[in-house]
């Protein structure tokens, strides 16, 4: 599968685009934005880029299922310069008892992700849910979890998906995994490792 560039940012008009990370997703899916502003209250200039050391911003990937149909997976990612955990061991531990503890929620796998240069940890579950109404119709939606730290840029960093088409998730576990594991958190992606570039400023 062929993969494209794409990045998070926001924009500022004190100090031109602000980056949160570069990352890269399937060629045929696309990313378009939330309609929740982003927000990036502290940015610092590290290996010529304006990164966001504090924030959060939200997307949507427009993936495809195997009829070639569109399906949203929600983005959201925070960045944040304090820690929240010593290591991804004890996040793992943490995310998979908080999941079990939960009567709707199902999970599905959990474990370490290398994320280029980093360790990370990330966890993927299922959640049945109620839609409001009389008939009270079941409905359930796949979650995923990642996080870690970038040492280089003194971020904690961490990205959740959410798709209330479970199988977008679910059938497509080694792609989610080859997004999670291509993100930039502290250098552009280099030339040589993009395909096609598709640049996404919010
Ligand atoms: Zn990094």
């Not at 899916?29 to 939330?34: D, F, K, Q, Y």
């Not at 939960?102 to 240069?117: D, F, Q, T, V």
């Not at 009270?136 to 796949?142: C, K, M, T, V």
């Not at 059938?171 to 996404?200: W, Y």
Request: charged share 30%; proline share 4%; glycine share 4%.
């Amino acid at each position: 599968m062929r993969f494209k560039n794409v990045f998070l940012g926001a924009g500022s008009m004190l100090h031109g685009t602000t980056v949160y990370i570069y990352f890269m997703i399937p060629e045929k899916w696309n990313i378009v934005p939330s309609y929740i502003d982003p927000e990036a209250p502290l940015s610092r200039v590290i290996n010529d880029e304006r990164w966001v050391i504090v924030g959060n911003t939200s997307a949507v990937i427009v993936a495809e299922d195997k009829n070639k149909i569109k399906r949203p997976i929600r983005l959201q990612l925070k960045v944040d310069d304090r820690k929240h955990f010593s290591d991804v061991d004890e996040w793992l531990l943490q995310k998979k008892r908080e999941i079990r503890k939960k009567p709707r929620c199902s999970l599905k796998e959990a474990g370490r992700i290398r994320i280029r240069e980093h360790e990370g940890a990330y966890s993927i579950w299922v959640e049945n849910k109620k839609r409001f109404g009389v008939i009270g119709q079941q409905y359930s939606d796949a979650n995923v979890a990642c996080i870690f730290r970038c040492e280089l840029t003194n971020r904690e960093l961490t990205v959740k998906l959410r798709s209330e088409y479970p199988d977008m998730i679910l059938l497509n576990k080694p792609t989610i995994k080859r997004i999670l594991g291509s993100i930039a958190c502290h250098e552009r992606i280099r030339k040589e490792d993009e395909i096609t570039v598709g640049e996404f400023p919010l």
